[in-house]
């Protein structure tokens, strides 16, 4: 099942969540580079739904890797929900609709390669569902620290912009804030999910190209909204930051 490309990237230098660095050697680093080649090629439909994973020990001797790292490995699809292993049966790679789609790592996978524009479509569903709410419920609710996280968040955007990590990562923080905002437990729950779909949208977008246009602007009418107390304004900064970020994206495939 494993190609040399396979075999290579297992042997990168790949953290347990299968994006970032991990110290050269480690067990950590191969569990995750293996969870990291299989998840991926489950959610680009690689190994499709219904398929079996080659056997533990041909496999493992595939990657070169130890058994043990295969097998945690393969605990973290488990808990993923994209795989389900049963006795005599095997692992085999469970339904689409099973998988944990909002999981940060499991939405990593899916841009890893050409993401499937259907499920980028649902992504942006999910934060026009969700953001607007937010933002309204953040203008009623937002206390004085609420705001300087989400004013540094935007001073940060504009300092680095979001061609770089340091920008991006300050566009995660100001939609995290917002969450935070609302004092809402139900919705700050959702705040990785909704900050990795932040992420990896905004890199997908500027894959070959630049962004086509400097987002910032709609982030701060959303701030001085919030700011205001202005729910009704503020839900709808929201929603055009978000119809205008589906655009966007829509304009990369």
């Not at 970032?20 to 190994?47: C, D, E, F, N």
């Not at 900050?195 to 400097?214: C, E, H, I, M, Y």
């Amino acid at each position: 099942m494993a190609s040399e490309e396979g075999k290579a990237l297992v042997l990168g230098e790949l953290s347990a969540d299968g994006q970032t660095p991990a110290p050269k050697g480690s067990g950590r680093r191969l569990r995750g580079a293996v969870a990291h080649y299989l998840g991926t090629a489950i959610v680009s439909g690689q190994i499709a739904p219904g398929e079996r994973l080659t056997g533990e020990v041909e496999n493992s001797e595939a990657l070169d890797v130890s058994r043990s790292a295969y097998r945690e490995a393969v605990q973290v699809l488990t808990a993923k929900g994209l795989v389900e292993s049963r006795p005599k049966a095997g692992t085999r790679v469970l339904p689409r609709s099973r998988w944990n789609m909002l999981d940060p790592v499991v939405l990593a996978w899916a841009f890893s390669g050409e993401p499937d524009p259907a499920f980028v479509r649902d992504l942006f569903e999910l934060r026009a569902i969700v953001e607007p709410s937010a933002a309204r419920l953040a203008a009623e609710r937002r206390e004085k620290a609420d705001l300087k996280l989400m004013k540094d968040a935007l001073a940060k955007m504009r300092r680095f912009t979001l061609a770089t990590e340091a920008g991006r990562a300050a566009d995660r923080d100001f939609h995290d804030a917002l969450l935070q905002a609302t004092h809402n437990s139900a919705l700050i729950a959702l705040s990785a999910s909704i900050g990795a779909a932040v992420n990896w949208t905004t890199q997908f977008k500027q894959r070959a190209r630049s962004l086509p246009r400097d987002p910032l602007p709609d982030h701060v009418r959303v701030f001085d909204a919030i700011a205001a107390g202005d729910a009704d304004a503020a839900s709808d900064a929201m929603r055009v930051l978000v119809d205008l970020a589906l655009e966007d994206t829509n304009s990369s495939f």
